[in-house]
């Protein structure tokens, strides 16, 4: 008996949950129908795309508010980062305000600086100059300014130019010489140039002894810096195609030329600007022209750098430096100095000027005269 009531309870009890099992399954069902049947009202539309119930076309407003239908990616550029130039500013007695001045107008973050000034200055106007560029900020911030703290002794005789230049490319690349002997031919041109850095890293590395061996042959030359870059590369294979025959500078010599070129006024202002050079000489130390240069081509104030794309403040009544607040380094914004120098770097790469001026040979006889000439001499002054 005990066994028929136990079976009771137990069939009583499982027939009462299959009863609630029931009573939740049919709303379950009801419930799925209906969810069916509005995702099919989604998806149904016009042939022309929109969407044919007004319920899903409030829904569809509604979110089209908020959410970007079609998400268009972020072009990506092509074209390369911005050239990065390494510059010596090198300057003697007196000339330690103008280094300052110069290091200005040509900064950028991207770019490194050395700057120097020779043993003939005093050691005050060094102390002033190394102080510069120790506590200025964006120096500091972008540790791209260095210097050469041992005055170097700088002449024009000798191979002390050369190696002045050489000895602030060793401070950027931490260089080291190499050597082994090799012949070469002589070059001569101008004592400005733009180096390429495959090519400093050549005349520091010096791999093939090349460029160790022309410095010491042009310790008997008067101003090396005509002879020795042009030398080394005119007779490197790997170089001797990379050259472009000028450098970038706008001078105006006597006629017939003397030692020095005359010194630049405003009366060269227009010559200067038409030239589309990005470089001048010779100016006198705070001389007016610099001035107009500073205001009209480089838009540049007393004491500020010349602003760029880096540079995001504004300029104030007060005179305040719109690179004061630096932006995005690696933004440039071209203007008018751009369009000229690209006139004259076009000119200088077209067919007539470009393959047929490079790394030209004077003639045998006269190259050797000039050498012999210039040995005997330094030769003769130095037996004496």
């Not at 069902?29 to 049947?37: P, T």
């Not at 268009?72 to 130039?85: A, E, I």
């Not at 200067?272 to 838009?299: C, G, I, T, Y």
């Not at 004259?344 to 047929?356: A, D, H, K, V, Y």
Request: glycine fraction near 6%.
């Amino acid at each position: 008996m005990k066994r028929l009531k136990s079976y009771y309870s137990h069939f009583r009890h499982h027939q009462g949950a299959s009863a609630d099992r029931r009573r939740w399954i049919f709303p379950l069902a009801i419930g799925s129908l209906f969810s069916l049947f509005l995702l099919l009202l989604t998806t149904v539309s016009s042939p022309a795309g929109v969407p044919i119930f007004p319920f899903y076309r409030s829904i569809y407003s509604f979110s089209s508010k908020f959410v970007e239908p079609k998400l268009q990616p972020l072009p990506v550029s092509t074209l390369p980062p911005p050239p990065r130039f390494a510059y010596l500013i090198s300057g003697s007695k007196g000339d330690g305000n103008m280094l300052k001045r110069t290091l200005l107008a040509l900064y950028h973050p991207n770019n490194r600086y050395v700057v120097h000034l020779d043993a003939e200055s005093p050691p005050e106007e060094r102390a002033d100059l190394a102080d510069f560029v120790r506590d200025h900020r964006v120096f500091v911030k972008f540790g791209n300014v260095k210097m050469i703290t041992k005055a170097n002794l700088v002449t024009y005789r000798g191979p002390t130019m050369v190696a002045n230049t050489l000895h602030a490319a060793a401070i950027l690349l931490q260089g080291r010489r190499r050597s082994v002997p090799t012949a070469f031919k002589l070059f001569t041109g101008s004592a400005w140039m733009v180096l390429s850095r495959p090519f400093i890293d050549y005349t520091i590395w010096g791999w093939d002894n090349l460029p160790r061996t022309t410095l010491m042959y042009y310790s008997n030359f008067i101003s090396s810096p005509e002879g020795y870059f042009h030398t080394v590369i005119c007779n490197a294979l790997e170089f001797r195609n990379t050259t472009v025959n000028s450098d970038l500078h706008f001078i105006a010599w006597d006629n017939p030329p003397k030692q020095h070129p005359h010194h630049l006024t405003i009366a060269d202002m227009d010559k200067m600007v038409e030239s589309n050079a990005p470089f001048a000489r010779k100016f006198r130390q705070d001389d007016p022209v610099l001035d107009r240069v500073d205001s009209e081509l480089l838009s540049r104030g007393p004491g500020m750098f010349t602003p760029g794309g880096w540079c995001i403040g504004s300029r104030g009544e007060n005179g305040t430096d719109p690179c004061s607040i630096i932006g995005n380094t690696t933004v440039v914004r071209p203007g008018p100095g751009a369009k000229r120098l690209e006139t004259l770097i076009g000119s200088l790469l077209s067919t007539e000027n470009f393959r047929p001026r490079q790394c030209k040979m004077m003639k045998k006889e006269k190259s050797l005269i000039a050498f012999i000439e210039h040995v005997s001499i330094l030769g003769t002054g130095n037996e004496r």
